[in-house]
């Protein structure tokens, strides 16, 4: 079973609210990921990080923004949040063997941004 | 570019009948495959994966996927459905050349067992 977290897994809230969506892993990991899910529509990574200190954007351009300040916290942020971000947002880790190595996925942040 | 097609977003099917997912890639050099399940509420959880060590792949749950380089598949099997495999089943894609482990995901298969 993996040991990765989000929080909350549920939220609505209103236009222009500040949210950070926690994503927490206790496997050690060093890359970490945030993707967007849509019904129907693939998984887009939104976020990456290889490690301490680094963040890059994915392939789907996204208003959020990410830190990593240590290893096994990755939050996500939206300044103000706007009904087009409602989402669900998946947090994941991998497994440090390389282009092998499988994504330990979290439970998802469902948000509703009325 | 990598990516991948899953064909047909929703596949029903009888308890104890064949399960068959249907997933093509497109891929500059030698891919590696993955399948991975994500039941309702949950996150996405692993089922098995190609690493180019053999070509039939078994997994989680009695599920198998074969990759043929020469039809671009990776189909993904089960020969008795259950009731809990009930799912939406994702299939993903990515390069041996790096690029961080990043996964190219499909839009997904969603199956349903039926009595």
Known sequence: EADIYQ?????????????????SQTMGHDKMYWYQQDPGMELHLIHYSYGVNSTEKGDLSSESTVSRIRTEHFPLTLESARPSHTSQ?????????????????????????? | AQSVTQLGSHVSVSEGALVLLRCNYSSSVPPYLFWY???PNQGLQLLLKYTSAATLVKGINGFEAEFKKSETSFHLT???AHMSDAAEYFCAVRNGGGGGNKLTFGTGTQLKVEL
């Open chain 1, 7 to 23: 929080t909350p897994r549920y939220l609505v809230i209103g236009t222009g609210k500040k949210i950070t969506l926690e994503c």
């Open chain 1, 89 to 114: 947002y998946l947090c994941a880790s991998s497994s440090p063997v390389g282009p092998t190595g499988e994504l330990f996925f979290g439970e998802g942040s469902r948000l509703t941004v009325l």
């Open chain 2, 37 to 39: 399940v994500q039941y």
């Open chain 2, 78 to 80: 089960k020969p008795s």
